[in-house]
Every structure is written in structure tokens, then in C-alpha cells.
């Protein structure tokens, strides 16, 4: 391979698709460069190729979202190593490697294998061919998003914080569908257990446009995320998890589009709360888990916890009794210990004696305004310990 020659191209054109067609003739090798919002930017193809998944991917002008789901959830294509895989709907091998610049992931560049002759080309012929092509890409984004920007690199720049005021992004969407955009709220979609390598089909996103019209889905941080309006249907949502081996995760409203990143972060939160709790399919909505995240971040302070409130725990463990929940029970009913025993479904009898009893042998400050939160926090951070979450949360899978 003459890379000399191509530098040579490098320095005098200026031009991302000059390079990849000079390159892709060289290698006698199909190929693709795509930027890191998975566009395709520049290609080659030699005039007897014929590849189905190739060729509707130029069509389209974008790679199916399964390819996009093998390159970003692959560890060594992060890491900067060339990956080949074996598609299903294609005869031939692709090899995908990360485009980098000043230690910067700009984009991809996949080859196809067509001739099996790529192990053939030195590593470090195929190292070089790939920073040369990143540069080119970043001078070229560079540029274009200066000039312009679509709608999807508006919505990633924002999440980003790109934008320092609101009126600098309405000035920055109006030419676009965004500025008379105004969805509910926002899904963020975990993929992990997501496998497919159909490349040429498009099947996640076909599906989800069907059921879901002008969600207008896009990948931000390996993830999937897509809005959701008044008119969509949110019961679809579970079947919609299932088929597709997908973790869904609700965000709170979301009153306009500038509170984008709002929204993100605190569905985000709660993506990454259950995530730790289930390795099933899942479709939640965020704010029904904000108590329960909050109360996990205090969860484990044993030497936080109101003293009083630690030695009636120890009294439960010891004796099998249910002290905390009356203690929890009689401060979330605000003294009230007529709805007390309607709760715990304890005799008015019983109930006196154990608040008496918290008071006299435990000296439990249950008069103490300025103790009251104190209390709370601290009884409910060990019944939630104890597995009782059911006290504190409706169930985060039904709609708001």
C-alpha cells in the first residue's frame, strides 16, 4: 500500500471522500467511514461489489442501529483495536476500527473483507490509513458543525451543555423540526442485552417508529434514547422491552425542550439504580425510584443513625419484634394513632404500649419537632436495610 501517496492526497485535497476512495482502491476493499453519530461521511465501493447490507446503508445514508449496538458495546473497538466480525445477512466479513485523533474517538471506519485479503496488509499500514482518515473527519465535522448541524447533533450538543442559554438553542433549532417540537417526556434505553446481527435490517428502529411515530429516537453515551409524546401509547412499552430484550426507563416530565439534560440525568439516575436490581427486561418510570434512590445513598450510614433509633433495631433482631415499622408508621401519620393501628392493623392497646414503650425504655424523642426528620430518615434508612421497601415505593413499572 503507498502510503506516501496518500498523505500526498492528504495534504493536497483536503477531502474525506478523495481519501477513502483512493484508499479503498488501493486495498482493492469496500469501505465506510462513519462519524460518532454513526452518519456515514464518506465511502468506497469497486464497480463489481454487490452487498445487499452495504449498499442499503449508503441508501440510507446511516448504519442499522444493530451495527451501531456491535460497535459501541465492543470493548476493543473502544479501546482502539481493529474487530472483524462475521454478519448474518452477508457473505462477507467486516472489519470495524475506531477513527481517533489526539486520543479523540471521531468516528469508524468498517471494511469489508469481500477478497479475504485484509490480514494480508501490514497493521501498521492499516494504523495509518485509519489516522490519516481521522483527521480528515474531524477538519470536516469541524467545519459542518459550524455551518450546520442536524437534528440529532442539536440534541447531543445540548445534552453535552453546549448551548449557554435557552434563546441560543431556539436560534440554533429554528430551521429545524425541533423548534415546534414538544415531547412529554424522554426514554433512555439501556441495550445490553440486546443482540443482533442483522445488519441489514434495521429492525429495532423500524419497530420502534411504528409504534411509537415521531419519537424521533437517537444514541447518545451507547445508549438509545427517544421521546415520548401525548399521543403515543405507553402501554407498548412493556411489550415493545420484551421483544427487544430492552431496559426502559421513563424520565419525569419534561416541560421543554431546553430541560433536556434535566431530564436525562435524573432517568439516568434511576437507569443506573436498576440496573443493579434486575438483569431482566424492564420498562420503569424514573420518578416512582427517586425515594428509594435517595434513601440508598444514606442507606449503609450505620453511625448516622439516631441512636434511640439503632438500639430499638437491635431490640427487633433480638426479640422478633416490629418496633421500627410502629415508629416509622406513628411519624408518617403524624401521631395519629387511630390511622396507626388501621395501618399496621393493630389493636389501639397494643399500639400505646409499643409508643410508650419507645418512649420510656428507648427514650425516643417522639415530642421533639426539631427531632422529627431526624427520626424518619433514620428508621427508614434501616427498614429499608431490612427489605422493606414496599413501605416506601408504588410500584416504578406502572404509568404515571
Known sequence: MDMMSLIDTFFKTDDLKALIHQAGQMLNCPMIAIDDAFQIQASYSPENFQDDVFFAALHRGEITYEAILAISQNEQISQGKSVRMQLQDTPYPRCFAALISSEIRIGYLIYVDWKDTLSQVPESDLQMLQTILAKQLLSESSRNRILSSTSEEILVRLLQGEFPSESVFQLQTASSYLAQYHPHRLAVVDLGLYRNLHFGQDTLKTELRYLFYASHPFFYQKQLLFFLTGDHDTTLLHSFSQKFQLRIVISGALDCLYHLPQAYQTAQKALEYMLTQ???????????????????????????????????????????????????????????????????????????????????????????????????????????????????????????
Not at 424492564?282 to 435517595?294: E, Q
Not at 394513632?337 to 393493630?346: A, D, M
Not at 427531632?371 to 410500584?395: A, P
Request: aromatic share 12%; proline share 6%.
Open 278 to 400: 434486575s438483569n431482566q427486561p424492564f420498562v420503569v418510570w424514573a420518578p416512582r425510584l427517586y425515594p428509594r434512590i435517595l434513601l440508598s445513598q444514606i442507606q449503609d450510614q450505620d453511625s448516622l443513625c439516631h441512636p434511640a433509633v439503632s438500639a430499638l433495631n437491635e431490640y427487633d433482631r433480638s426479640n422478633h419484634t416490629q418496633y421500627c415499622l410502629t415508629l416509622y408508621t406513628y411519624l408518617i401519620c403524624h401521631h395519629s394513632l387511630q390511622e396507626t393501628c388501621e395501618r399496621l392493623f393493630l389493636h389501639r392497646n397494643t399500639a400505646l404500649y409499643r409508643i410508650r414503650k419507645m418512649k420510656d425504655q428507648f427514650e425516643i424523642p417522639l415530642d421533639d419537632p426539631e427531632q422529627f426528620l431526624y427520626l424518619l430518615l433514620s428508621v427508614s434508612m434501616i427498614l429499608l436495610r431490612e427489605g422493606k421497601e414496599e413501605l416506601f415505593f408504588s410500584d416504578p413499572t406502572q404509568s404515571l
